[in-house]
């Protein structure tokens, strides 16, 4: 069974840095692609950024060139590196993974806030 743990929200003042992680337990398909999105309250969940099997990043227009996405395979995690985080970042994070035969399957982590101050 798969199983995805995110770890690293808190608060931070805007302009500062936060480091997510994703660890990621079970069996996840190394040619599937994993992603971060997130949740604003009573929005739906947007992509935030993806990173294919081959390490090809993908990231949302708001986050680029602030965010960096990458993935530790010997240690099954997914970092996402923030900064020059901004208020309007605040919201809910969630990893997420793709995986089986096809990568039509889809996990999700439980979710980690992050809330950016003024």
């Known amino acids: 069974q798969v199983h995805l743990l995110e770890s690293g929200g808190g608060s931070v003042q805007a302009g500062g840095s936060l480091k997510l992680s994703c660890t990621v337990s079970g069996y996840i398909y190394g040619t599937c692609a994993m992603q971060w999105y997130r949740q604003f309250p009573g929005k739906e969940r947007t992509l935030v950024a993806r990173i294919a099997a081959d390490g090809t990043t993908r990231y949302a227009d708001s986050v680029r060139a602030r965010f960096t996405i990458s993935r530790d395979r010997a240690k099954n995690t997914l970092p996402l590196q923030m900064n020059s985080l901004r208020t309007d970042d605040t919201a809910v994070y969630y990893c997420?993974?793709?995986?089986?035969?096809?990568?039509?399957?889809?996990?999700w982590g439980q979710g980690t806030q992050v809330t950016v101050s003024s």
């Open positions: 997420a993974a793709n995986s089986g035969r096809t990568c039509g399957d889809r996990y």
